[in-house]
C-alpha cells in the first residue's frame, strides 16, 4: 500500500546513459511501467489478505469445534445477540463496500469530488457499524457476559431469569457443566468481533488520512494505487463479517 | 500523455458503478434471505444454508468488489492459492478433531 514518494533521480539518471524516458511522477524507478507497479502492489496487498485470512483462519476454526463440542451452550448464548442490530451492522458494512467500491471507481475516471463523498460516507458507515458494536458490547457488559469478568450464567442457568430472551426463543435451563461453556461462547464472540473491529478502526484511521489526501487531489491524477488496495483492504473485513454475522448471530434462531 | 493514457485504459479495467449497484443490491437482498432463512426449521441444513449463503456473498465480493474477476492471472491464482490452502488447513484440522474419538464411546 506504498504511496507515491518522490524517488532521488540523481544517480538513476547517470546510470542510464540517454536519460530517462517521459513517464509519470509516481512511477518508481524499479519498476518497468505503470502497469507492472500497480500489477506488484496489488499482488503484495493480495499476499498481505492471505496472511490475515489466516490469522482470522485460527479463530474460525477454534469456533467450529467449539460449537460442534458444545452445542446446546452455543444456541443460548447465541440467543442473546439481538439479530435487529446484527442484520443492521452487516447491512451498514456491506453499504460502506458500496461506497469504497465506488470510490475505487471515482479516483480511475478522476472524479475528486465524487471520491471523496464517497472515503467520506465510507468513513461514517465504518463509525456507525463501531457505534452499533459499541451498543451491544455495553449489553453484555451490563448482563454479566464478559468472560472473566464476574461472568453470570444466570441467564443460563434460569433463563426465565432473563425474560426478554425468554419469551422468545423459551430456551431450557442447561446443566451448569453446559452453562459454564457459553462463557466459551463470549471468549470466541469477543475475540472475533473485537479483532474485527480493531481492522475497522484502523481502517477508519487510513480513510481519514486518505480524505485529506483525496482532497489535495492525491489519488485523481492517475495513481490509483493507495485507494484501490486500501480498498482491497476494507472489502476484506466486509468479508469476515459476512462469515461472522450468521455464525455468530444466527446459530438457531427458529423457535423450539 | 492521451497516448498513454489510452493505453492505461485498454489494460487497466475499470468496473462500471452498475455493476457495483448490481452487487451491492444482491450483497443486501442475501443479507435479507440469510436472516429469514435462519428462522425457518431446517434442522441440520440451518447451518448449511447460512454458510452456503455466506460464501456466495463472499465470491461476490471478491470478484467484483476487489476487482479479481477482471485482474491478472497472477492475482486469480493467488487468491485461489489462499484459499486452497485454508479450506486444506482447516478441513484437516476438522476431521482430526471430529474423528479422533471414533468408535471409543
Known amino acids: 500500500m506504498s504511496d507515491s514518494t518522490r524517488v532521488a533521480h540523481g544517480t538513476a539518471d547517470s546510470l542510464h546513459t540517454g536519460g530517462h524516458e517521459e513517464h509519470p511522477a509516481y512511477l518508481r524507478h524499479h519498476f518497468e511501467n505503470v502497469e507492472q507497479q500497480a500489477d506488484a502492489a496489488g499482488f503484495a496487498m493480495w499476499l498481505f489478505l492471505l496472511t490475515e485470512v489466516m490469522f482470522f483462519g485460527g479463530m474460525f476454526t477454534a469456533y467450529l469445534i467449539y460449537r460442534n463440542w458444545y452445542y446446546p451452550a452455543f444456541v443460548e448464548a447465541s440467543h442473546q445477540l439481538n439479530v435487529v442490530w446484527g442484520t443492521l451492522n452487516t447491512a451498514v458494512l456491506i453499504t460502506s463496500s458500496f461506497t469504497m467500491a465506488m470510490g475505487v471507481w471515482c479516483a480511475e475516471v478522476r472524479k475528486q469530488a465524487g471520491l471523496v463523498l464517497c472515503l467520506v460516507l465510507t468513513f461514517i458507515l465504518g463509525l456507525a457499524f463501531l457505534g452499533i458494536k459499541t451498543v451491544e458490547y455495553k449489553e453484555k457488559i451490563e448482563k454479566h457476559h464478559v468472560p472473566g469478568f464476574h461472568y453470570s450464567l444466570k441467564s443460563f442457568t434460569n433463563p426465565q431469569s432473563d425474560p426478554e430472551i425468554y419469551k422468545e426463543y423459551h430456551d431450557k435451563p442447561l ?23 480493531l481492522h475497522m478502526i484502523i481502517g477508519i484511521a487510513i480513510l481519514g488520512f486518505m480524505i485529506f489526501r483525496a482532497r489535495a487531489g492525491a489519488y485523481t491524477s492517475g495513481h490509483v494505487t493507495f485507494v484501490e488496495n486500501f480498498g482491497l483492504y476494507w472489502h476484506f473485513v466486509d468479508i469476515i463479517w459476512i462469515f461472522l454475522f450468521p455464525l455468530l448471530y444466527l446459530i438457531s434462531r427458529h423457535a423450539n | 500523455m492521451t497516448d498513454q493514457h489510452e493505453m492505461e485504459e485498454s489494460q487497466h479495467h475499470v468496473v462500471s458503478p452498475m455493476i457495483y449497484i448490481i452487487i451491492g443490491g444482491s450483497l443486501l437482498v442475501l443479507t435479507g434471505l440469510t436472516v429469514f432463512a435462519s428462522f425457518l426449521e431446517l434442522g441440520i441444513f440451518n447451518p448449511i444454508v447460512a454458510l452456503a449463503i455466506a460464501c456466495v456473498k463472499a465470491v461476490l465480493v471478491v470478484l467484483f468488489f476487489m476487482h479479481v474477476k477482471y485482474s491478472s492471472k497472477l492475482t486469480k491464482l493467488t487468491v485461489f492459492c489462499g484459499l486452497f490452502t485454508f479450506i486444506a488447513l482447516i478441513g484437516m484440522t476438522l476431521m482430526d478433531y471430529f474423528s479422533r474419538a471414533w468408535g471409543r464411546w
Open chain 1, 175 to 197: 446443566g451448569v457443566d453446559m452453562a459454564r461453556h457459553t462463557e466459551i461462547y463470549f471468549s470466541l464472540y469477543f475475540a472475533m468481533t473485537g479483532m474485527h473491529a
